[in-house]
């Protein structure tokens, strides 16, 4: 929750101080190229080819066994990311034009993200060591301090766009600077907690370890599976260079807000399971296992569809009260809104990914979830060539929301068909009060939000205080209504 408040934090001051203007294009898609690849490695395919091969390491082998495992796992990793750090640092010119080609007709735009780029890259790095040191910590039961150090890329970027761009030629070339501080602050955090479990890396390159081999082949085909939502936004940045600009800044906003809750819950309770799901699997616990997901999917429901709804409900209210000032005008706030309203719809769906994802890496089985990431990226580009005609960005983003639905419904179809987790009848009752809530939330909501000319015209203060007493009022009245209808907090708690 720290992480992603000081976020908004972060993008309030970026789009103040910058603007969504050709500058915060150009760092945006240097920033968004090693972030994306971070998501596959952090969030995405390192920890999930990684944690269940430690855990079974933990469970049946001896500590100097996982020692040596996570020794060999770290110089394997740092020779890999290394090289392809090096690589991009030379090679950023081609690499923006492939991201961004539409960049290519502003060539000042286009040297500006190139420049950048050569900062922004070697955080992959840094950061691929800091996801590594936080699967050791949350294998081991210790969630605190991986989960806090995400709060100090924002404090450095925010730091850098306040204190050290005023000194610069080109300010916005501080935040490419802050990127660099802020991975090699995040890696040093990790450092006592991993002395303290005595798993302190001494990194060894070595590509023949049984266990090395078994992560590297778990996490080739999974770097695709789990990141189809990532690699789907990635495109849509490509297909926006192309369009007017501010396009880029614009779904930048909406991703922003989308990833609050996505981020709050879905990052949090998939952390989590992950885990647990890999040990009970490695026990050969299959009803633990199931009764596991089925907790997760209770939690994200529970949290994911008011999510999905109220944002957009509120997102004009929303973007206007946090990033209405500064450069970020009324067409921003509009065409941010537009984005989020058809983002929205997926917040749901990119929780349920991280929900039905885990139940497959657990099992160390990578190849079901490529073969549906496949199919839903294809479907998006398709779904981004028939909509961004008509909708320009929107449709990008409305894009992503369909093939987000797909990618989650056919996780859930493979996990139903093997027999490993299936909605049973308790989820018609609980289902149909989580709807019937969700009816009188959006009911409070509509019926307490002023126009939009409104949030145009107040003060940030006066505008920050009622977003948040909407947002109070329509959490209220959909926790009220859930309990009017029958919900106990006892069927969300894991037994």
């Known amino acids: 929750m720290l992480s992603r408040i ?7 001051v970026f789009l103040n101080a910058f603007g969504a203007d050709k500058l915060m294009d150009a760092f945006l898609v240097a920033f968004k190229i090693p972030n994306f690849m971070r998501r596959l ?77 050569r900062l922004t890259f070697p955080y992959l790095l840094l950061i691929s060591l800091t996801a590594f040191a936080g699967g050791i910590l949350n294998t081991y039961g210790r969630f ?34 802050g990127v660099m501080f802020a991975g090699l602050l995040q890696l040093a955090f990790q450092i006592p907690a991993l002395m303290n479990l005595h798993l302190l890396p001494q990194p060894k390159v070595d590509f023949r370890d049984e266990g090395v081999k078994r992560v590297l082949g778990l996490m080739l085909p999974a770097l695709f599976g789990v990141s189809v939502s990532q690699i789907n936004l990635l495109l849509d ?35 989590v399971i992950l885990p647990s799901l890999s040990a009970k699997h490695a ?63 997926g ?17 160390q089985d990578t190849r079901t979830p490529v073969k549906i990431g496949i199919i839903a990226m294809v479907a998006n580009m398709v ?56 009816v009188v939330m959006v009911g409070v909501l509509v019926a307490l939000t002023p126009a939009t000319s409104w949030w145009l015209t107040h003060g940030s203060l006066i505008k920050a205080e009622a977003i948040l007493g909407i947002c109070a009022a329509g959490a209220g009245a959909y926790f009220v209504a859930l309990y009017a209808f029958g919900f106990r907090i006892r069927e969300i708690r894991h037994h």
Not at 6 to 12: F, I, K, P, S, T
Not at 244 to 270: M, N
């Open 144 to 177: 605190a301090v991986s989960s806090f150090t995400p709060v100090l890329l924002n404090i450095t970027l925010i730091a850098c766009a306040l204190f050290l761009a005023p000194l610069l030629e080109q300010p916005i070339m501080a935040l490419a600077w």
């Open 283 to 345: 026990a050969k616990a299959d009803d633990e296992f199931r009764a596991m997901v089925d907790w997760a999917l209770r939690v994200i429901v529970l949290v994911g569809l008011p999510a999905s709804l109220a944002m957009g409900v509120l997102a004009e209210p929303l973007i206007a009260a946090l990033f209405h000032h500064g450069k970020f005008d009324a067409q921003d706030v509009a065409m941010s809104a537009g984005a989020l309203k058809a983002l929205s719809g």
């Open 237 to 271: 940045t490509i297909l926006a260079s192309f369009l007017i600009e501010g396009s880029v800044s614009w779904l930048y906003t909406a991703e922003r807000l989308t990833e609050l809750p996505l981020g709050l819950i879905g990052i949090a309770v998939a952390t």
């Open 41 to 117: 490695f952090a969030e995405g395919a390192f920890a999930q080819a990684f944690v269940p091969v430690l855990t079974e390491y933990k469970t049946t082998k001896e500590q100097a066994d996982v020692k040596a495992l996570v020794d060999r796992v770290a110089g394997s990793l740092t020779v890999i990311l290394g090289g392809l750090s090096f690589f991009a640092v030379i090679a950023s010119p081609a690499i923006i034009f492939v991201f961004a080609p539409g960049f290519r007709t502003d060539a000042f735009k286009f040297d500006l993200a190139a420049d950048m780029l």
């Open 383 to 438: 779904f981004n060539l028939i909509l961004v005609w008509d909708l320009k960005h929107v449709g990008l983003s409305l894009a992503s929301t369909l093939s987000a639905f797909l990618n989650a419904g056919l996780l859930y179809w493979g996990l139903h068909k093997r027999g490993v987790y299936r909605l049973e009848a308790h989820w018609w009752k609980l289902g149909a009060r989580y709807v019937a809530a969700n």
């Open 6 to 12: 000081a976020g908004l934090v972060r993008d309030m």
């Open 347 to 363: 917040i749901l769906a990119f929780m349920m990914i991280k929900v039905f994802a885990p139940g497959y890496y657990s099992r």
